[in-house]
């Protein structure tokens, strides 16, 4: 989870990571990388938020509400703050996962050819 005003890289961070973009990397795959992060950064919400993500369980952890109790954590924290919540996905499966917890899709885009669920919650 990210809070508020850092879940978009600074221009520093983005000058740092752009050698490990360039190292031995064909121009087409830094130019996936860049329209990936700026479609993202193009539907990041405008007003202050949490981010969630990425969330991941070990393929034979999964079904023991490990990813259910790591989320529950999360909105509760965004909850004590009063703040909103924001996450994509790029798995339809999750977007029931997450909307059990009050996030609501608010927009859906095609980043790389793959549909990706933008969700936000409200503070409850």
Not at 96 to 118: H, I, M, R
């Amino acid at each position: 989870m990210t809070p508020p005003g850092k879940c978009q890289a600074e221009m520093g961070e983005k000058l740092r990571m752009l050698p490990v973009l360039l190292g031995g990397n064909a121009p087409r795959v830094l130019t996936r990388v860049l329209s990936w992060v700026g479609e993202w950064a193009r539907l990041d919400p405008a007003e202050p938020h949490w981010h969630l993500g990425p969330v991941a369980v070990d393929a034979n952890l999964r079904g023991k509400g490990i990813g259910g109790e790591l989320v529950a954590d999360f909105c509760a924290r965004v909850d004590a703050a009063g703040s909103i919540a924001y996450l994509e996905t790029d798995k339809k499966e999750n977007v029931a996962f997450y909307e059990k917890f009050g996030f609501v899709v608010t927009t859906k885009s095609s980043v790389l050819g793959v549909p990706n669920w933008f969700m936000t919650r409200r503070a409850g």
